[in-house]
Structure formats: structure tokens, C-alpha cells
């Protein structure tokens, strides 16, 4: 068994590591963000802001309607033809999150190099990071009584232009085009090919399970092979904690949008620091980052709730 002394040199090769008062290094912090956005579905496929600072607004233009019109020779185009974009700015500001992680002396004694140890802990740490985050972006709400939900709303509470009640029926193509034709055509028809639906394991399982009923070579291949749905030729994705018993209970939702709208921003400066507690025979790490989200443009967005599950 290893001596405090011993475990005090560990935890110091483990702050080695880090930059002043536990700061992490900017390229350590990038390839901690990277490793965390990689881990989780979401995560993956929305856009990921790196910040500098714990507020950022974005600029959005907006144009809809003809830009082009018949031209006259020798006249300039009425004033009705002229474009009129629409200016916006989209804020995405972050909330600090927290997370203690207890090191007994053992897991220390039982790594011999405290490089090895901090690859292992931050690679673990990154996977159950992003977990958490993906769960604040979708589930964030800040009415809620959760205080770690509290902080922000999360996509299901920032999408409201376009939503449609399932009617407690099926998850189904029919529910699908009601969600699809609740999308305004200009933003529907730009974004048409990047469009998801997002949603639980639980509906597109079950979805899948209404197809391979069907005494069809398309059921035969679904009972057989683990591909994806694709109900309307829009694929869905399965996020992890995405909600399944909604009010009045066993009722979801799906979302409908191109995920790159949806904006995820990460203030780079992410702290760990430790603590030794020589009575517990415990090293505390504690890690510390800003999280926030906002969705771009509302409009080019729908859910479909009270879908039964």
C-alpha cells in the first residue's frame, strides 16, 4: 500500500498536467470537448461552438420569398422587387456545470504512471461529460424542478412555432407527414435533405416493429438486418434520455429539424482541480465547464408530442 507521501506524488504528476489553478491547457480542453462531442449521438451531428466567452451572439440573416425578378431594359426594378432580409441574432449563453469524482488510494496505487491515469480518468470523465450535456440539451428546462435541468431550456422547450399533437396514436408515416407539413415550405424545401428526426429508441423500435409485421420483402429486412428508419425517407436517430413518459405518462415526442441549426456552445476554459482528503483516503477531482444551447432558427423546426410509447 502506498504511503500519503506517494499518493500526494501521484496527484501531483496528475496536476502536472494542468495549466494555472487547474486551467486546462487550450489544446488539452479542445481534445477534451472533441472527445465529449464525439461520444454522444446528438452531440454529433448539431453544431459545436467553441467560446470565448460566456456569452456570444451570432448574427442571423434571414431572406424567404423570390430574390430574382423579370428584368426591363433601361429600368430599374420597382421597389416592391427589392430584397428585404431580416436581421437577427441568435445569444447562446452558458451555465457553469459541476462534477466531483472521488479517487480512492487504490485506483492510484493500481496505476504506475500518472500520465496513464489522467488519459484514463479524462477519457472516462469525456464520455460521461457528454451524456449529461446531451441530456441538458434536450431535457433543459428552466421551469423545471430539477435544479440540474434548471439551468437552460434544452430543444424540447425552444422549439414552439411548429408542433403537433400526436393524439396519443402511434408513432406512424401519417404522424410523420403531419410533422413534416407543419414546417413552413421555404424552410422545409432548404433544408429538406439535412432534415432528422430525433426521438427515443423506444418509438423507433416500436416503429420498426409495425413494419416487420408487414408480410413484405421491406419486413422481412427489418426483422433481419439493423438499419436505421426512415419513415418518409427522413431518417431518425436515437438520442440517449430522450423522454419517454411525458404527461399523462408513457407519451414522447419528435423532433423534426435539421440538426446543424441547433447550436451547442463550450466556453473552452475548463478547470480540474484536486483535493486531498487524507482522513477518507480519497483524492477529490473536480471539474468544472460552461455549457449552453440555442436553436437558430425556430421556424425551420416542429415537433410531433403525445405521441403513445
Known amino acids: 500500500m502506498l504511503g500519503n507521501a506517494e499518493i500526494m506524488k501521484k496527484v501531483e504528476m496528475l496536476s502536472n498536467e494542468l495549466d494555472n489553478g487547474g486551467l486546462l491547457p487550450p489544446k488539452v480542453a479542445r481534445k477534451f470537448i472533441v472527445g465529449a462531442v464525439s461520444s454522444a449521438p446528438l452531440l454529433r451531428i448539431m453544431r459545436t461552438v467553441m467560446m470565448t466567452e460566456p456569452e456570444q451572439k451570432f448574427p442571423k440573416l434571414t431572406i424567404t420569398g423570390r430574390v430574382l425578378h423579370a428584368a426591363v431594359e433601361s429600368e430599374a426594378p420597382p421597389s416592391a ?22 479517487l480512492s488510494d487504490s485506483v492510484l496505487e493500481d496505476n504506475v504512471e500518472g500520465k496513464a491515469l489522467w488519459n484514463t480518468v479524462e477519457g472516462y470523465m469525456r464520455k460521461k461529460v457528454a451524456v449529461d450535456v446531451q441530456d441538458n440539451f434536450v431535457n433543459g428546462d428552466t421551469t423545471s424542478a430539477d435544479p440540474d435541468l434548471a439551468l437552460f431550456d434544452g430543444l424540447l422547450r425552444l422549439i414552439t412555432s411548429n408542433t403537433v399533437d400526436g393524439l396519443a396514436a402511434d408513432w406512424d408515416t401519417a404522424l410523420a407527414m403531419q410533422g413534416m407539413d407543419a414546417i413552413p415550405e421555404e424552410w422545409y424545401e432548404a433544408d429538406e435533405a439535412q432534415l432528422r428526426w430525433l426521438g427515443a429508441f423506444k418509438t423507433e423500435r416500436k416503429y420498426r416493429q409495425s413494419l416487420t409485421d408487414r408480410e413484405t420483402n421491406l419486413g422481412d429486412f427489418l426483422l433481419e438486418k439493423k438499419t436505421g428508419s426512415s419513415p418518409l425517407g427522413i431518417p431518425m436517430v436515437n438520442i440517449p434520455r430522450w423522454p419517454t413518459n411525458q404527461s399523462p ?19 473552452r476554459n475548463i478547470r480540474v482541480e484536486f483535493e486531498r482528503k487524507a482522513l477518507a483516503r480519497k483524492t477529490y477531482m473536480v471539474i468544472s465547464l460552461r455549457v449552453g444551447c440555442a436553436l437558430e432558427e425556430d421556424l425551420a423546426a416542429a415537433t410531433v408530442y403525445n405521441i403513445a410509447i
Do not use: C, Y
Open 81 to 102: 422587387d427589392f430584397v428585404a432580409p431580416t436581421t437577427d441574432e441568435v445569444v447562446l449563453t452558458t451555465k457553469e456545470m459541476i462534477s466531483v469524482v472521488p
Open 249 to 267: 405518462g408513457s407519451r414522447t415526442t419528435e423532433a423534426l429539424l435539421n440538426p446543424k441549426q441547433f447550436v451547442g456552445g463550450w466556453h
